[in-house]
């Protein structure tokens, strides 16, 4: 079993910025590629960025792009969310998720993803 725990959460105001940190515990030895996901009151989760094992490879959603940075420590076993620029629209639950199989090539697809956090607030004020 692997455990993912988020912090950095928090009530921000428009134009600020956070910094969201992951830590994933338990059964970790395997590569795995990381991502983050959110989900807005009323509204279905939705992919935020992904990184790959080596950091070599990452992806965003075009909501986020510009203004997010994702980034990853193996040597701690963390994956951080760089959040600058923030928007009202950003105000989520904020996920990190897990995914063994696709290590080298991360996706955005929630399924893919094998173990979730229990997400950390984001909310940015206007």
Do not use: H
Request: hydrophobic share 35%; charged share 20%.
């Amino acid at each position: 079993q692997v455990q993912l725990v988020e912090s950095g959460g928090g009530l921000v105001q428009a134009g600020g910025s956070l910094r969201l940190s992951c830590a994933a515990s338990g059964r970790t030895s395997r590569n795995y590629a990381m991502g983050w996901f959110r989900q807005a009151p009323g509204k279905e989760r939705e992919f935020v960025a992904a990184i790959s094992w080596s950091g070599s490879r990452t992806l965003y959603a075009d909501s986020v792009k510009g203004r997010f940075t994702i980034s990853r420590d193996n040597a701690k076993n963390t994956v951080s969310l760089q959040m600058f620029s923030l928007k009202p629209e950003d105000t989520a639950l904020y996920y990190c998720a897990l995914d063994f199989d696709r290590y080298w090539n991360p996706g955005g697809v929630n399924s893919a993803y094998e173990y979730w956090g229990q997400g950390t607030q984001v909310t940015v004020s206007s």
